[in-house]
């Protein structure tokens, strides 16, 4: 069975290679403004990590107070925490009492 082709087939092959074209020019488009927007680093020197490793020696030192205020505020948290079980626990105890009277005022 022979192969079917519209008889607009040469439009179509047209429009398509259009749509080509026309996406190739904006890739090359795009691909300028980049290039403009953000230039290559080919042409600049090599930096130094130097600083790098100064700034990575004076870390510890510079979470020194971080990590004491962390442990200052985890102290803290324990003995709210402690408070607050403290009081649900009286709390609790004092539903078990009130029930037991008022158990005991009903029968």
Do not use: Y
């Not at 979470?63 to 200052?72: G, H, Q, S, T």
């Not at 609790?92 to 037991?100: G, H, I, W």
Request: no cysteine; proline share 6%.
């Amino acid at each position: 069975m022979p192969i079917a082709i519209p008889s607009d087939w040469h439009d179509i092959v047209q429009r398509v290679s259009s749509w080509l074209d026309d996406a190739s020019a904006r890739r090359d488009r795009h691909e300028s403004e980049f290039i403009l927007r953000f230039p290559s680093d080919a042409d600049a020197k090599p930096t130094s990590n130097a600083h790098l490793a100064e700034r990575l020696a004076e870390l510890p030192r510079t979470l020194e107070p971080l990590e004491a205020l962390a442990r200052e505020t985890d102290e803290f948290a324990a003995v709210a925490e402690s408070e607050l079980r403290s009081q649900a626990r009286s709390s609790e105890t004092l539903r078990l009492r009130l029930a037991e009277w008022v158990g005991r005022a009903i029968g």
